[in-house]
Nanobody, 120 residues
Framework: QVQLVESGGGLVQAGGSLRLSCAIS????????FGWYRQAPGNQRDLVAI???????NYSDSVKGRFTISRDNAKNTVYLQMNSLKPEDTAVYYC??????????????WGQGTQVTVSS
């Protein structure tokens, strides 16, 4: 069974940095894409960054230029490096892994989330 476990969240001052990690219990080569999402209280869960199997990345406009998604296949881990953090980045961050099945279906796997709080 696939499990995703996030770590690295915490409290940081505005302008600071954090690196989130997502440890995956399975080879990262099994997945078609990895993503980081976030959800602030009262808001929906929004996509922050995505990394496709091809290596293509996409970021939400709000984090472009500040956040970087990457993977380490040897460690089966996906990262989100967050720089120049702002109070509006405060949220629970979730790791996601996607498999697109040849039959046409897809399966999303989620971690339990890690809290990031940015103080002003």
């Amino acid at each position: 069974q696939v499990q995703l476990v996030e770590s690295g969240g915490g409290l940081v001052q505005a302008g600071g940095s954090l690196r989130l990690s997502c440890a995956i219990s399975g080879s990262t080569f099994s997945f078609d894409a990895f993503g980081w999402y976030r959800q602030a209280p009262g808001n929906q869960r929004d996509l922050v960054a995505i990394l496709a199997r091809t290596g293509t990345t996409n970021y939400s406009d709000s984090v472009k230029g500040r956040f970087t998604i990457s993977r380490d296949n040897a460690k089966n881990t996906v990262y989100l490096q967050m720089n120049s953090l702002k109070p509006e980045d405060t949220a629970v961050y979730y790791c996601n892994a996607l498999i697109n099945w040849r039959t046409g279906g897809k399966t999303n796997y989620w971690g339990q989330g890690t809290q990031v709080t940015v103080s002003s």
